[in-house]
């Protein structure tokens, strides 16, 4: 039997509430944008964690990858595993459903992308390189989504508007900033690569879809083209 409730955050009492044909135990947003932001928030936390750790706890790459491995593999496992057996997925969405979008309610989720990039760039770009990378996606993404809902009224393609990308880049330009002058690298070419550093992360966020998620593509293709460019100019 189906619970008739309300959708409104008025109802915050922790009563079971029909979203997209799942039942989740509290109260849904109750717009797109306050989805959003709480996707956001959900997902800065995560990279900013999986940095954190990567750069003063499990220090190494092998003890990185062993730690994403015991964690982030399982996760993918049930992430995969819930669109084929319907009480996993009640389940899983009862805990994590505020959180994704209700595309993501019968398919994988944005974590399971996220993990996958976090093996590819920590496995083959230096740490420097793989930090930067996410920082550029937990950042550089959120400022094109929060800039993006507030202001974003030139659209560049659906769902993505000028002022979001110019947001994204103007972080991701001042964190390959941040990385040069962390590293001594300031020299002519600079502002070259700064602009590098601005640009990958936001054309990969542009050219992001639902088939390539930019929770993979943001980090893969900031690492794998300023990492080249970097050497060209000799770090």
Partial sequence: MRVQATHTLKSA???DKPWAGLVIPFPKPATKKEVQLLRKAWHVGMIL???????????????ALTVLSLIGLPFVF????????????????????????????????????????SFIVISFFPKPIALLSLACLALG???????????????????????????????CFL?????????SL?????????LIGGLVPTVAEIISSKTLDDNFLIPVLTASILYPVLLFFGW
């Fill in 13 to 15: 009492s922790f009563k």
């Fill in 49 to 63: 964690t999986v940095m954190y750790l990567y750069a003063d706890v499990f220090t190494t790459r092998q003890m």
């Fill in 78 to 117: 049930l992430d995969i595993s819930r669109l084929w057996w319907k009480p996993l997925n009640k389940f899983i969405v009862s805990v994590f459903g505020p959180t994704m979008r209700k595309r993501e309610l019968f398919s994988v989720s944005a974590t399971t992308p996220f993990i996958l990039s």
């Fill in 141 to 171: 993404d959120v400022a094109a989504n929060i800039v993006g809902i507030k202001f974003g009224k030139d659209k560049i393609v659906e769902g993505k508007s000028l002022q979001g990308s110019l947001a994204c880049f103007s972080v």
């Fill in 175 to 183: 964190l390959t900033f941040a990385f040069i002058v962390n590293y």
């Fill in 186 to 194: 300031i020299s002519e070419y600079a502002t070259l690569i700064c």
